[in-house]
């Protein structure tokens, strides 16, 4: 029995526009919304519509016995939500079928796992909440982004209660072993499903490549491939990009005949079937893998060097979370939903300077001329965002300098009032006698300059009542530091 | 095999040279000597202030000096100007009396010595390898390093100098272009056969630029250096608007135009109406080891090129770890893929970039490291055999 497990990548970034270093402070528009817009428009007419009717079909004509499975990223949702609504639809109705399974990932496709753990958690919770809302399901497997995986993160999501997780399976990893098996990850109880990723790359990367020795690739042929691994394996796991559909293979190819007739010669041998992730935890593990440093699917090296591999990466990466403890108080959404979106794993493959050996994939998705304007453009949006953070922290001192004092802290002015907070200081200015005034402030002392430097703690404002000559400027300046905080 | 022997016409040679081209002649006849060819270079200058020159060629490579003032990167006017200093009265009246001298002497090169191919350096020299083909029956190989548009921007272009260019590469055999931009300039200058025109790029021996020594301003500034002939065809305006842009956002940073031209006047008296003359120098035109030292202090180099046939400069100052914002119309853009690309006059992607590298060490360390790798996997020797390549084709047409 050979089961045929697919789950297919859906994401697109929200790409920075050219930002350029004058504009930090002044614009804080990052994102370049006409190019995104024209990305998923051409990829929705080229692959999503096109790719999810032909599924749609399959899933009819084979009366349920054809399945597959998404991840689809928060980030390219918003951007279906925002130009396409029909596509979501699409997927509903895929969903509908019941052969269809949906994983939860990081919402932002972030690398956050290997950044901030709490971060992590609150993105993966982001996505499992636009699951339920868009297409009523609550993912039971895991995939993190680009599939970057090791021993902490299979324990880190077991403890959030998912049932399976998804791995690259990596020869250096895997040995001898055989990825056509359900795992365990080291120390949990969950399922470790593991990418075929001869077979899977087979049609992702090689099947328009007129060099290879077994082009052109066509479903007989695959079938075979997948009907050999009788006797050896329960489970071929094909994990792809969608895009592979239509994108990144083109349809004058046959990508899409290659898809429409393959579950018919999977199927012809009735040791065959599909299944999606979620039936596959129901395959008994062969045994526990080890995976202590991180493993991902991108390059020929299969970690994590294309978005962290260089001083520029690690940099862009340090800074950006450096920011989390002062964006997450700030309790601004506009500002965290930035700050998140920078967080996409995209922004930092882009910065990726091993172009030369396995290069020319990043060069071809690259919206920018090399890694260093990526870089740069990063930076600069980066260095906006946190200065409007240091900005709303700033107005939230601000407003907290108005606020009442506690009781015992109140100002007792002797003519029986009890001065709170500025506004009454202001008012009891106005209003109190020249006497009182004197009793307070004059050449030996000044009451007021002390309460409010002690007490309210603005500097500022200390310094102007100890230049005012008058009661009556003494007002103003209260008055006119209220209008600055308020 | 028999050894192919070279009648080679240039006009400038390391460490008298003004230029680039004298840099690349001397690193392609280096490579090509190496690789048993035999050279006869033609110089049209005396060789008294040469102390190190002979050294340098002394291998399989003899040397024929034409008395004559001519130099590269002079125009018709400059010309004019050091006729009229009396110590060189004795030469012709003008620029191209003298370019017609140094073909006249070709002539008589041509019938006294053995050789099997010709090639020469660019518009001064063309018209010598032209006659020289004619004498000796031999086939010409003209080398292009400029032309005229990229040495005027297009505007001004000398007529003259433009009939040299395209007739003499009418009668050539094969024309070399130091890059594909300048293939295509040439195409659509002067319409020339696109298949006579072979690409080979200039190229660098990354150990003869390197120097150890630190600069006293490196330790108090960031240095953003510019070098090269201060004309309109190097762009110096454009690096010293840029200036005036970064130094609004930043401080501590020198901005140093090393180079003379018929442009720095200008470029002094621009930096004082733009405010900025106590962070833009001028220290002049600067050669060995003084050179090595302005790369070396150097945290940034920029070339801002309007028309740039090659641009050897960024190459010396990546062997020197120093990051390169280039021009994109420029060769070396071509082979060069670790470096920042504007366009010559987006002054504001200029100075973000210039700003961007001073900023983040991270980017400036990857940009250093990254060219360095690939500038050092460059070497003459790979531009010498493409040359040899030409020649035997040349020699042997069958084939």
Redesign the interface.
Known sequence: MVSTCFYFQVHQPHRLRNY???EIGNNHNYFDESKNEQVIRKVIQKCYLPANNLILDLINKHDGHFKVSYSITGTILEQFEKYAPEVIDSFKVLSKTGCVDFLDETYYHSLAFLYSKEEFKKQILLHNKKMQQLFNVSPKIFRNTELIYNNDLAKFISSLGYKGIIAEGAKHILEWRSPNYVYKPKDTDMKLLLKNYQLSDDIAFRFGEASWKEYPLNAPKFAQWVNSINGDGYIVNLFMDYETFGEHQWKDKGIFEFLKSLPNYILANPDNNFITPTEALKIPAVGELDFPYPVSWADIERDVSAWIG???Q???LQKLYSLESQIMSSNNYELIKDWRALQTSDHFYYMC?K?FADGDVHKYFNPF?????A??NF??VLNDIKIRTKEVKESKMASKLLDNVPDQNAFWVCDGKILKNLYDLAKAFKEMSDDTYGYHANLQKNDFACWVGDIIKDKKLVNDILRSRSRQQAAKAVEKRIKELA | MKRIRVLMFGWEFPPMNNGGLGTACYGLTKALAKNNIDILFVMPRMSGQHPNFMKLISLNFATIFINSPIREYITSSSYQKNIDEPCNSIYGKNLFEEVYRYSQKARLIASSYDFDIIHAHDWLTFQAGVIAKEVSGKPLVLHVHSIEYDRTGGNGSNSYVENIEKDSMNKADCVIAVSNYTKSKIIENYHINENKIEVIHNSIDIEEYKIKEISELKKQNKIVLFLGRVTLQKGPEYFVYSAAKVLKHRDSILFIITGDGDMLNKMVSLSASLGISDKVLFPGFLRGDSLKKMYKMADLFVMPSVSEPFGLTALEAISNNVPVIISKQSGVSEVLNHCLKINFWDIDEMSNKIISVLDHSSLHNCLSENSHKEVSKMNWNSSANKCITIYNKLLNPQN
């Open positions: 350029q270093v004058f260089n001083e520029m690690k940099d862009a300077t172009w001329d090399s890694p260093y304007d870089f740069i930076m600069n």
